[in-house]
T-cell receptor, first 110, second 117 residues
Framework: RKEVEQDPGPFNVPEGATVAFNCTYSNSASQSFFWYRQDCRKEPKLLMSVYSSGNEDGRFTAQLNRASQYISLLIRDSKLSDSATYLCVVNNQAGTALIFGKGTTLSVSS | GAVVSQHPSWVICKSGTSVKIECRSLDFQATTMFWYRQFPKQSLMLMATSNEGSKATYEQGVEKDKFLINHASLTLSTLTVTSAHPEDSSFYIC?????????????FGNGTRLTVT
């Protein structure tokens, strides 16, 4: 099982749609979880950290299910500018570095 | 917010030459720096972790003699791709973290796109 797995997509949605991404991780001892966003040929940028109780930042909501080793990201009212690849990130077995999923590509159209 | 500067952004070199990539933390002291590599349509793959003043820890399958990492100060880490070959062509990204904890997110440099001809 890969350390971090994501559905690669692409997810093609119209503006205003709500879209959800899922991610599973293999290391049950992981303590740090993040969602990053990466635009084409650019470096990743932190979107939000993911906390055990779930957290929201504007149109973005992140959830963590430790029992199922599952993380989700919900985007409401999608904008054209949300088009990007969304990376699920978890700390590694040793807890010393962050491991990236392959990313889920979102394309929002007008 | 924290800024990480990476240089150069783009480099094209001939096979057999060595390329040095610099990663600087501009407004914080980076005790730990990470080097990632990303091939087209692939995820970021961690190559190595470097802590200031000590040897880098390389991930399995990454040749330490080929990818030389030097983290000589709290604001600078360098990655040297020695005797580069076309298969080394990739997007190399450095990242840094100020605190010695995995709870804090990473700050990324803007990446270096290496093309070896």
């Amino acid at each position: 099982r890969k350390e971090v797995e994501q559905d690669p997509g692409p997810f093609n949605v119209p503006e205003g749609a709500t879209v959800a991404f899922n991610c599973t991780y293999s290391n049950s001892a992981s303590q740090s979880f993040f969602w990053y966003r990466q635009d084409c040929r650019k470096e990743p940028k932190l979107l939000m950290s993911v906390y055990s109780s779930g957290n929201e930042d504007g149109r973005f909501t992140a959830q963590l299910n430790r029992a199922s080793q599952y993380i989700s990201l919900l985007i409401r009212d999608s904008k054209l500018s949300d088009s990007a690849t969304y990376l699920c990130v978890v700390n590694n077995q040793a807890g010393t570095a962050l491991i990236f999923g392959k990313g889920t590509t979102l394309s929002v159209s007008s | 917010g924290a800024v990480v500067s990476q240089h150069p952004s783009w480099v094209i070199c001939k096979s057999g030459t060595s390329v040095k990539i610099e990663c600087r933390s501009l407004d914080f002291q980076a005790t730990t720096m990470f080097w990632y590599r990303q091939f087209p349509k692939q995820s970021l793959m961690l190559m190595a972790t470097s802590n200031e003043g000590s040897k880098a820890t390389y991930e399995q399958g990454v040749e330490k003699d080929k990818f030389l990492i030097n983290h000589a100060s709290l604001t600078l880490s360098t990655l040297t791709v020695t005797s580069a070959h076309p298969e080394d062509s990739s997007f190399y990204i450095c990242s840094a973290r100020g605190l010695r904890t995995t709870d804090s997110p990473l700050h990324f440099g803007n990446g270096t796109r290496l093309t070896v001809t």
